[in-house]
């Protein structure tokens, strides 16, 4: 008897149900999309940021370089958490006598770690260097093979491409590691890591590196984690406000449909007074509409909000929000409440009223 | 009778049109002040993203190459200079208030008792002056994360900051003399950067000039500056563009076209964008831009939506008001009138009430994130109020439709 006057009571009064329960699907999409976004920005904006470049320094202690034994353990102290690249430096002369800084690097790990090189082309084959533009203008003015000469060991290197970053790199000479280890003997003497993850988990890997490593001097690029964690705390604040006012807006909205559709049906109500129903079993079933509308809306809602979570990250971050599912209870719970609440206020007026007025029309 | 019969519609059913009108206002004030930080996101963020430091350089046009190994310069004494007096002169471009800050370095090397090392001249918080402006420029705000321990150095005190590496190394410490060259200096503080300048002494540029006998030179200008996401437009070269095109190029924030301006300014010199800062920078911004503006799509459709959800059922709350009208004589053009009258009024108010709201929303939450207001444009209040007139147009418009079909017997026995 209670199940049929409940879906009596809605399918009679199609239009006004479809309408409250519409502003419930919208409250809980909103809310859902919101809190996805919000959970999310924060891994999605961090990939944007590791395009800085490194966060972590590994240097050997002044004048030395790393023994193979300790880039091993930086390797493996850093595994999948991060990107390592070792760098090797010396100074060489040009033919003209001209000194000029030489970098032995592995390209293909430059190449992520630092996408803001502009390149005109990288190198592939042995024997093939990467020159800095201002280098190449003293250089290679003529765009050929060039030799470079280092304690009296001469290489002839024929340039790929140039670079351009606008820093210290664009004077310098780039050779592949196994190139310039041959040609000068000498090993990495700074490895730059872009360490992924949140600003502690980017610290504890310091800390563990410090620890392991204690010939090196292991130092974070204040430059790089300080500015992250300044605009990634703005935008997840602008963020958070923003979600917070969508929230109420689509709450107070739910709070007016409701209320407006039960004093729409003060009459029904009056009538089932009038033929013996009790306080107690029109609040019970007002309260089990408002559970079912709830239920049926938040969980709506919360797939509509989950695709709109999705889509905003396809558009804007070119990868999905992954959809989070622990953020269902929260959004069940405040359905719940605020269609509780906007079926509660208007009950205590409902309780007062004698049937007979309300059905004289007064 | 038309105006009267609206009226006594508001005086007598105030609970229902004061919800409906909170929700208008509400909506509208969200609106407003999520359109107001969505279009002004891109320029808080931007500035926030100076904490990066300096994303372009100025050097001198014929300098030779630099060499340097972390912070060891092995660069011989001498090739061109910048002059410090052209500094001024940035501040004179076209694009200066986008200048956040600059500084100028000269590093010269140098013995420090009997190690060899570098010493970077620069300003720390300089006082400048071009025409009748007065600014403090320096290292304190173009690069913000370098932290002193101790004190920085004061006016032109000769006080000089030492490196928190180098200070280690040679066990010194703050408010302490060093001998560099054979000259005493203070040290005012210990430097920490995390970059080469830990292992350098920073001290005034009038320090390195005298101790490299160059009196009045510079080597490089690092520039702050805020700029705008490079495109394909800002990567054409100038002299190439037709005349409209360029001034459109000259006037537009692009890292390129304030490097351009910047050797205008200064003499002999050779301006280039920082590539890791501003490269990365262009790509954070315009994410963050798009999500916010993705994000004030969706909240404008959901406080829409709710807001006609809202209107719709309002308006059903009244078939036999409706009724009894129709009963009386009133004709479908009479109806439809006075309830859309209802709507736009109900609207034009809570859409003016939450414009307001909305733009104190934005100034105090501009204030409370990024330490300064976000400004809402008066174009802003026409936008705001068409679109609440819309959205609870569309609200009642079914329930109005609906409302002139109704049989006016049946609404009024409570059965329609």
Excluded at chain 2, 334 to 347: C, K, N, P
Excluded at chain 2, 392 to 411: C, E, H, N, Q
Aim: some cysteine; overall charge positive.
């Amino acid at each position: 008897m209670f199940f049929r006057m409940l879906i009596r009571a809605a399918m009679l009064r199609k239009r006004t149900a479809i309408s409250a329960l519409l502003a419930i699907v919208v409250a809980s999409a909103a809310a859902t999309a919101m809190l996805n976004i919000f959970i999310d920005v924060q891994s999605k904006l961090r990939k944007e940021f590791r395009g800085f470049g490194a966060n972590i320094i590994v240097e050997a202690k002044s004048g030395a370089s790393f023994a193979p034994a300790d880039l091993d353990r930086i390797n493996s102290v850093v595994g999948t958490r991060g990107l390592v690249v070792p760098f090797a430096y010396a100074v060489a002369r040009t033919s003209g006598g001209q000194p000029v800084v030489v970098a032995g690097t592995n390209f293909d790990l430059v190449r992520k770690l630092n996408p803001w090189w502009s390149v005109s082309a990288w190198p592939n084959h042995r024997l093939q260097a990467l020159v800095g533009v201002r280098a190449a203008q003293v250089i290679i003015p003529d765009g050929k093979s060039f030799a470079l000469d280092y304690l009296g060991r001469t290489l002839q290197l024929s340039p790929a491409g140039t670079v351009r970053t606008g820093a210290g790199e664009d004077s310098r000479v780039y050779l592949s590691l196994a190139d310039f280890e041959t040609w000068t003997g000498l090993q990495p003497s700074v490895v730059e890591i872009a360490a992924y993850g949140s600003a502690t988990e980017v610290s504890s890997l310091l800390s563990t590196l410090q620890k392991n490593i204690p010939s090196a001097d292991v130092h974070p690029v204040r430059q790089v984690t300080e500015g992250e964690a300044n605009i990634l705390g703005k935008t997840r604040s602008t963020l958070l406000w923003s979600a917070v006012f969508i929230i109420i807006t689509a709450a107070l909205c739910v709070l007016a449909t409701l209320t407006g559709w039960l004093f729409d049906r003060r009459r029904d109500f009056a009538i089932m007074k009038a033929i013996g129903a009790s306080d107690r079993l029109i609040a019970l079933f007002i309260s089990g509409e408002a559970v079912i509308l709830a239920l049926i809306g938040a969980l709506v809602g919360f797939a509509a909000g989950i695709g709109i979570a999705a889509w905003i990250g396809r558009v804007n971050f070119h990868a999905p929000v992954t959809p989070r599912f622990d953020v269902l209870p929260p959004v069940l719970i405040g359905c719940l409440l605020v269609t509780l609440l906007a079926t509660l206020l208007p009950l205590r007026l409902l309780r007062q009223i004698q049937p007979a007025m309300i059905l004289r029309g007064e | 009778m038309f105006a009267r019969l609206v009226y006594e519609s508001f005086r007598r059913q105030t609970r229902r049109k004061l919800l409906v009108a909170a929700a208008i206002t509400l909506g509208a004030a969200v609106s407003t002040a999520m359109i107001a930080i969505a279009t002004d996101i891109g320029d808080k963020i931007s500035r926030e993203l100076r904490t990066y430091g300096a994303n372009i350089i100025v050097t001198p046009q014929d300098s030779t190459l630099d060499v340097q190994i972390g912070s060891v310069n092995l660069k011989p004494a001498g090739g061109a200079y910048l002059n410090e007096t052209d500094l001024p002169k940035i501040k004179g471009i076209f694009w200066r208030n986008n200048i956040a800050a600059f500084t100028p370095e000269l590093p010269v090397n140098v013995k420090l008792g009997s190690t060899e090392t570098t010493l970077l001249g620069t300003y720390f918080a300089k006082s400048l002056k071009f025409g009748d402006d007065h600014f403090t420029e320096g290292a304190r705000s173009t690069f913000p994360w370098w932290k002193v321990e101790g004190s920085w150095p004061a006016g032109d005190s000769g006080d000089v900051l030492i490196g928190e590496k180098l200070a280690r190394v040679q066990d010194i410490s703050a408010g302490q003399q060093i001998q560099v060259n054979g000259k005493p200096y203070r040290v005012a503080g210990i430097l920490s950067t995390g970059g080469i300048e830990d292992s350098q002494i920073i001290a005034p540029l009038a320090v390195a000039q005298a101790i490299a006998q160059q009196p009045g030179a510079v080597s490089k200008i690092f520039v702050s500056a805020v700029t705008k996401p490079e495109d394909a437009f800002a990567r054409r070269n100038p002299d190439t563009l037709s005349p409209a095109d360029r001034d459109r190029w000259y006037c537009s924030p692009y890292p390129q076209s304030i490097a351009y301006q910047l050797e205008e300014a200064i003499p002999h010199s050779h301006a280039e964008q920082i590539r890791q800062v501003e490269q990365n920078e262009g790509k954070v911004l315009s994410r963050i831009e798009g999500l916010m503006l993705l994000i004030t799509l969706a909240a404008l459709f959901t406080s829409g939506l709710a807001v006609s959800a809202a209107m719709a059922t309002a308006m059903f709350e009244r078939r036999e008001e409706i009724g009894l009208m129709k009963a009386l004589g009133a004709g479908h053009f009479m109806l439809s009138a006075i309830f859309i009258t209802e709507s736009v009024l109900l609207a034009c108010a809570g859409g003016l009430v939450g414009f307001a709201g909305g733009a104190l929303l934005a100034h105090k939450l501009g204030y409370a994130i990024f330490g300064s207001g976000i400004a809402v444009e008066p174009v802003l209040l026409p936008l705001v109020l068409g679109i609440a007139v819309v959205v609870t147009f569309m609200g009642s418009a079914a329930a109005i439709r609906r409302a002139v079909k109704y049989d006016p017997v049946l609404a009024l026995r409570g059965e329609a």
